[in-house]
């Protein structure tokens, strides 16, 4: 979220922005509005300070014998308490107005960032192995999934609806295999720790990380009134919300291997065969948590490390840097890492890093204590897939297909698939 004194102090730099992001000009809008709060709040400031003074008159009235003065400054208290709280309401009625108008305002692109109106302004950064060279017919995932007898849509759909998946067998151990070689890589090679956080979180937490009040559509609401993460992201940041952080435990780097949730709202007739785009499925999440001076560099390590579990399964990817237009909301900077599906003859997004800047810090009010000065700010935190599990599955089948229609497992995976070297049809 962004800060209102900001705003204030920046207009044309806020409009700029939004411009950049295809969003209408809103500065002066926000600055009515916290004008008229900053009114109301002035206003009940002084009715408080009246208030308190008159009611020292009164007894230095009564002290002097003053009847009459002491009976009109009691009237004037009285009349103070009645207004008082329609004054306070109005202060409170503004300054919810005012925070929810800042909750729905996105992150201010980097400069650095490329102008777009959508991904086709995304910009290519690197590109990294080799597409695989065969002489048989790429198939799609989900062809190669049921031919094997591995891979269950129908019996998904009796009992879920459109947009599950039933893996089995050596799939589902494949599958398996994936998030805990991801974990592996993160915590032993890369410096993150492991964490098992809750799958379902309270609005705070979906606030904090800026799903709420924008996305609610997109997401899973419990009975109770509690949601269902969209992806560990919620849960990892929000570890450190409403903290005081000492300098010196920074930077955090969390992982945690969870199932997510999505509605996915707005994606009917998209990847409607297979599992590209799903209700339920399994991520690996980075989150770091840092300064201010520290998350730019921290960006391009965490997309490093998101890259090396794709270069460990000699999968070819390409990274893009997002464009304005398709970059997310709560982002300053987002990289994209898409990798080649063989079946698609294209490339498919299979994770998203991004640094947030102080935008999530200042909704969840995380912060830390300068050591040069001793002054509180707000944490930086930065988030990426490391990667989405799924996805990572449907790479694997396509790019290590053989001609007989089995899949090869890559060297990596071995020690975690128990001796079984290729996945080979169901008897």
């Excluded at 520290?294 to 890259?307: D, G, N, V």
């Excluded at 930086?380 to 490391?386: F, I």
Aim: net charge negative; charged share 30%.
């Amino acid at each position: 979220m962004l800060d209102i004194k900001w705003i204030r102090d920046n207009p044309a730099v806020l409009d700029a922005a939004l411009a950049r992001r295809g969003a209408e000009p809103l500065a002066q809008t926000l600055i009515a509005l916290d004008e008229r709060r900053r009114a109301i709040v002035q206003k009940a400031q002084e009715m408080q300070s009246r208030r308190n003074a008159a009611s020292k008159e009164i007894g230095i009235a009564m002290g002097q014998k003053n009847t009459e003065l002491a009976e009109r400054l009691k009237a004037e208290v009285a009349e103070i308490k009645t207004s008082l709280p329609a004054a306070e309401d109005e202060e409170r009625k503004l300054s919810a107005e005012l925070t929810d108008a800042l909750a729905r305002i996105p992150n201010i692109p980097a400069a650095d960032v490329p102008d777009g109106k959508d991904e086709h302004g995304n910009v290519e950064t690197r590109r990294l192995g080799e597409k695989p060279m065969w002489n048989h017919k790429p198939l799609e995932h989900f062809e190669i999934g049921e031919a094997l007898g591995w891979m269950d849509f129908e019996r998904a759909a009796k009992i879920a609806g459109s947009r599950f998946t039933i893996l089995k067998g050596q799939l589902a151990r494949l599958d398996r295999a994936l998030g805990q070689f991801m974990l592996d890589t993160h915590t032993q090679e890369h410096g993150y720790l492991e964490v098992q956080p809750p799958l379902m979180v309270k609005d705070d937490a979906v606030f904090g990380t800026a799903q709420l009040p924008k996305f609610a559509e997109d997401l899973f609401r419990t009975t109770d009134g509690r949601w269902l993460i969209p992806t560990a992201e919620v849960p990892l940041t929000n570890l450190v919300r409403e903290e005081i952080l000492e300098h010196d435990v920074l930077p955090l780097r969390f992982t945690a291997l969870t199932p997510c949730f999505r509605s996915e709202a707005g994606s009917a007739g998209r990847d409607t065969r297979g599992m590209l785009r799903q209700h339920q499925f399994n991520k690996v999440e980075l989150v770091s948590i840092t300064d201010a001076e520290s998350s730019k560099a921290e960006h391009e390590r965490m997309t490093e490390c998101a890259e090396n579990v794709l270069k460990k399964l000699g999968l070819h990817f390409r990274t893009m840097t997002l464009c304005t237009g398709d970059m997310g909301f709560g982002s300053q900077k987002t990289y994209d890492i898409e990798v080649w599906l063989p079946g698609q003859d294209t490339y498919r997004e299979i994770s998203s890093c991004s640094v947030c800047g102080d935008f999530q810090g200042r909704r969840m009010n995380a912060r830390y204590r300068d050591p040069n000065d001793r002054s509180i700010k707000f944490v930086h935190t930065l988030n990426g897939s490391g990667v989405a599990v799924g996805r990572a599955l449907i790479a694997v089948v396509e790019n290590y297909l053989n001609a007989d229609g089995s899949v090869t497992i890559p060297d990596v995976l071995l020690p975690y698939m128990g001796g079984l070297k290729k996945i080979e049809k169901a008897n």
